[in-house]
């Protein structure tokens, strides 16, 4: 298995422009979070999903914020209008819902950087 | 909400030597505590979880010991090497693994050859 793929890999943008965060979890799996990475703030959780469904979204920080996953191989990340200060790495990470093991499997992150 | 704590921030310790890395967690609902790995560029990875029924848990040369009554879980490094340099989380779940993860702030391991 190819593991978690996010794309872009990198995104640089102006404020106020759109900005789309794309995530393909691991095959079979059905839980999908999105984290956000920050000096200041370390490692956040913003929401997450099982089967499909949003579950928790208490850590998105705006309403600037909004999250999809139309289906079970893809969910987006957008945020419209970004800001500076939305400038951070976003890492999705996808998981299966078994007893014996909780691992969360982390794909490589999309550094975006907002001037 | 669960808050958790972490030290140190930094830490260099020569290779061979041993490391270990502190967190405490405020919600004592919590019975969830992984540690995971991030190296430069990369998502984090997990390395080792314990479990609230479980006092200690070993994988060779990594060590995980949890203290319920204190409220605090600890990550053990051994024989030190070049590729244990990283930064380390810990974390904390108030329900499955597969739910809300409460990540520490990170500590940055160098090994020192």
């Known amino acids: 298995d190819a593991g978690v793929i996010q794309s872009p890999r990198h995104e640089v943008t102006e404020m106020g422009q759109e900005v789309t965060l794309r995530c393909k979890p691991i095959?079979?799996?059905?839980?999908l979070f999105w984290y956000r990475q920050t000096m200041m703030r370390g490692l956040e959780l913003l929401i997450y999903f099982n089967n499909n469904v949003p579950i928790d979204d208490s850590g998105m920080p705006e309403d600037r914020f909004s999250a999809k996953m139309p289906n079970a191989s893809f969910s987006t990340l957008k945020i419209q209008p970004s800001e500076p200060r939305d400038s951070a790495v976003y890492f999705c990470a996808s998981s299966l819902n078994l007893l014996s093991s909780y691992e969360q499997y982390f794909g490589p992150g999309t550094r975006l950087t907002v001037t | 909400g669960e808050n958790v704590e972490q030290h140190p921030s930094t830490l260099s310790v020569q290779e061979g030597d041993s490391a270990v890395i502190k967190c405490t967690y405020s919600?004592?609902?919590?019975?969830?505590f992984p540690w995971y790995k991030q190296e430069l560029g990369k998502g984090p990875q997990l390395i080792i979880d314990?479990?609230?029924?479980?006092g200690e848990k070993k994988d060779q040369r990594i060590a995980v010991t949890l203290n319920k009554t204190a409220k605090h879980f600890s990550l053990h490094i051994t024989e030190t090497q070049p590729e244990d340099s990283a930064v380390y989380f810990c974390?904390?779940?108030?329900?499955?693994?597969?739910?809300?993860?409460?990540f520490g702030t990170g500590t940055r391991l160098t090994i020192i050859p």
């Open positions: 974390a904390a779940s108030i329900g499955f693994g597969n739910e809300k993860l409460t």
């Open positions: 314990i479990r609230s029924n479980v």
């Open positions: 919600d004592s609902a919590s019975n969830y």
């Open positions: 095959s079979g799996h059905d839980y």
